[in-house]
């Protein structure tokens, strides 16, 4: 896989270099390089802001120095006579729409010029950004993210890219706001490549990990030596050697913790793909399972 990323602070990105990310770089799993926006600003103070139409604080990152470096990045040239009109996409065509369509311009607009290339950009406005999401991004060859900083970035630009066929895509990572999308991005980078075969010694260990698989759960609370600390044991359970049920017993415990800390993600759960002892302990709790919500929530 390879990464680019965009950002006013690159040296940010430094500590990609570090632990496992680092050591994955090396062995040529992946290759991470940063870029400075203002290489492509053309003014003696290399501004990449301006202020906000319509008035308002603070200011907002300009379109035309986030054009040249995507344009840069992903090898092509701007056309005014090609430009295809933005004013009303949000996203590039369904198939259905190519089949549909009657001017071959629309079409072409739908055909993923740089195939798997996805742009990111960080939007505290934006969906959030999910395991799922991570686990389908692992699976392309090129991820190109763009940090915004100040009030964020022109609106016209993931809605430009978006129109000329590009996997444009915009998250948020949580309910709060950043100075900039530079923890964002490596929050989402980490995310990624953690998930790439090869990268974790012992693959295993991302198997039964919070929000993974078809049963979104949080994990189960992980122990360690010694057995007994400051007067708090570890559960005799986990020392019993009889795997069954430590492996039920951590089930148990990834039920309670999400019915407890994120009951949203019981709600998601599909009654079918339940045992009957899980059905009998979220029932305990008071769910109500012939509806997928508790009852006393």
Same mark, same amino acid.
Request: glycine share 8%; net charge negative.
């Given at each position: ?19 496992l ?45 986030w054009?040249?470096c ?38 072409l ?26 686990? =389908?991004?692992? /699976?392309?060859? %090129?991820?190109?993210?763009?940090? !915004? $900083?100040y009030?964020?970035?022109?609106? #016209? ?35 990624i ?25 949080? =994990?189960?609370? /992980?122990?360690? %030596?010694?057995?007994?600390?400051? !007067? $708090? ?5 986990? #020392? ?25 993600l ?32």
């Amino acid at each position: 896989m390879k990464i680019d990323i965009v950002s006013v602070f690159p040296e940010y990105f430094d500590v990609l270099n570090l632990s496992l990310l680092g050591k994955a770089q090396e062995h040529g799993l992946l290759s991470i390089d940063t870029h400075d926006l203002r290489d492509w600003t053309h003014d003696v103070h290399h501004s990449v802001d301006d202020t906000p139409i319509g008035g308002g604080a603070g200011m907002v990152m300009k379109p035309e120095v986030w054009s040249e470096c995507l344009d840069s990045l992903l090898g092509v040239t701007y056309d005014a006579s090609d430009a295809r009109d933005v004013n009303d996409a949000k996203h590039a065509p369904s198939l259905a729409d190519i089949e549909s369509a009657d001017d071959a311009e629309y079409a072409l607009s739908a055909i993923d010029p740089a195939p798997g290339t996805t742009i990111i950009f960080p939007n505290p406005s934006a969906p959030l950004f999910t395991q799922d999401d991570a686990q =389908e991004l692992s /699976q392309q060859k %090129r991820l190109i993210f763009g940090c !915004g $900083r100040y009030e964020g970035y022109d609106a #016209r630009i993931p809605a430009y890219y978006s129109a000329q066929g590009y996997d444009f895509r915009e998250y948020s990572i949580g309910d709060y706001v950043l100075n900039g999308g530079e923890v964002a991005v490596s929050a989402m980078v980490e995310a990624i490549t953690r998930l790439l075969p090869g990268f974790m010694g012992n693959p295993d260990s991302i198997v039964e990990e919070s929000y993974t698989g078809k049963q979104a759960l949080l =994990e189960y609370r /992980q122990y360690t %030596r010694p057995a007994q600390w400051r !007067g $708090r044991d570890v559960p005799d359970i986990l #020392r019993s050697g009889d795997h069954a049920k430590v492996d039920r017993f951590r089930r148990d415990e990834a039920l309670v913790r999400t019915a407890n800390i994120r009951p949203d993600l019981i709600e998601q759960l599909r009654v079918e793909d339940l045992d009957k002892v899980d059905r009998k302990l979220l029932t305990s709790l008071g769910w109500d399972l012939t509806h997928n919500y508790p009852e006393s929530h």
